[in-house]
């Protein structure tokens, strides 16, 4: 059960990610963070970032092998950064919907769901 709230919980904290480091722009395109300072958009980014570490924290935590959970630390990395390219190219299709992603964008999704394989695979 620790393996689905971990996964559950990084999810999570790759929207709020996504949001913090990317949000700022989406404010600035439609015209509501265009006169913030520099220091105001890194304020919000660090404010929404907070909510990320509330899930990532306790999700590596709770996933890692040490604590009773189902990862090793590489384990842990490689399903996060996974699940942060799929919900970067989800978010930034419903965000940005004039970024488009190519054929190059797909090959590279497959690699690291290759890789994500080839981490779980015994020694």
Request: charged share 5%; aromatic share 16%.
């Given at each position: 059960m620790y393996g689905i709230y971990t996964v559950i919980l990084l999810i999570l904290s790759n929207v709020f990610m996504t949001f913090a480091w990317y949000g700022h722009l989406k404010l600035q395109q439609n015209g509501i963070s265009s006169n913030w300072p520099l220091i105001g958009v890194i304020a919000f980014s660090w404010l929404i970032a907070f909510f990320e570490y509330c899930c990532q924290v306790p999700a590596n935590r709770m996933g890692f092998i040490g604590n009773g959970g189902p990862f090793s630390l590489v384990q842990l990395k490689v399903i996060q950064e996974c699940i942060?390219?799929?919900?970067?190219?989800?978010?930034?299709?419903?965000?940005?919907?004039?970024?488009?992603?190519?054929?190059?964008?797909?090959?590279?999704?497959?690699?690291?769901?290759?890789?994500?394989?080839?981490?779980?695979?015994?020694?």
């Open positions: 942060s390219l799929i919900v970067f190219a989800i978010m930034t299709n419903i965000m940005f919907q004039n970024e488009q992603l190519h054929w190059n964008h797909a090959l590279a999704f497959l690699l690291l769901v290759a890789a994500v394989y080839l981490i779980f695979m015994e020694s």
